[in-house]
């Protein structure tokens, strides 16, 4: 993490910040200021945009430890600015919004196009704001009201500000950036170190990350629980896992293997076993990195095994914490990755179900196949999509 101070809407503040964290998340996430919105994330829908020591930015390709000295002004920084409100209320009028969503980046944007044009010739309007897409309007409407507004304030005799009063260029607009003096405190990440002996060192953690997951197995808990033993079972029940060495009941060292869209990652680690046999629980805590995508993760589960239908089956109640780091981590959002752990806990729970019922190691059980992110993805679509026709159509 990483010291940095800013001024967000005229408030001086201290933050510390991870160095992949954009300035959106930052802003919404840290900060609660949620009316900069966040469409395509990739710098080309306009919905983030904000000012930047006066210049429009995109906030979702802006890091915020890159606005470490900047002057940061959000929508909310402009309740009372006199051009956005003038805008508001033509935006009102000549109805320039329906959902909303592209209006705050879209305020901003013809906030300064109304700083800085002279007259309000339809074409300059459009190219100004062809940074900032809009799904609902069809643009007749924003045109329309940006225009109103410079004329107005031109037939008042406010004239134009050349360059919108922009005067430096410097890194995000700033030109005060000063990252190189920030102090910086370590990140709890999971650099893999190294006992005397070779062995990985499997440090304990703060998850930054917490979820709760469940699932049944047609089994009694101590036959589960017997099974949750054997590193080397378990490990055939994990998509994308193998082993590298010889598991012991206390500690075992491995590879998983993810592919998520365009990044194929490959995790080396190691794993600490906890178990408890009074309570028919325990915990796995590891660690791993990858070399190539330059991802490090730590994670840990807990598990308690509950009897269901009189001891004859099993309901294995889990708490799966994490954190990640590197590459990896900008794609991986909360949501996605607890939709795929959720995913992988269903493919483990069909294996060790599997397992348990005797099947062997034939192939009825799923090997250490990659864990497909990208199709997994694909069927957390589909189940979405079919949620939400669901409830569409009030079934
Ligand atoms: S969210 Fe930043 S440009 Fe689309
Ligand atoms: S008003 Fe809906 S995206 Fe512009």
Redesign the pocket.
Known sequence: MTMIALTVNGRALNASVEPRTHL?DFLRDSLNLTGTH???????????TLLLDDMPA????TYAIACDGARVTTIEGLDDDEITAELRAAFRREHALQCGYCTPGMLISARDLVLRLPVSDERSVRVGLSGNLCRCTGYVGIVRAVRSVIDERRRRGIQPVPGGGHSALGPVGSGNGSTSNAPTVPVAAAELQLEDSGAMVIPDFAPEKVFKDHFAVGCPPEAVFEMFGDVARVAACLPGTSLTGVPTQERAEGLIRVKLGPISASFRGAARIERDPQNLSGRIVGTGSDQRSRSSTQGEIHYQLMPTEQGAATRVELSIGYSLRGMLAQIAREGLVRDLASRLTADFARNLERQLSGAGPDGSVEGPRNLDGFSLLIDLLRARVRRALQRVLGQ
Not at 38 to 45: F, P
Not at 58 to 61: A, D, L, M, Q, T
């Open positions: 959106a966040l469409g395509c994330e990739h710098g080309v829908c306009g919905a983030c995109r906030s979702c390709i």
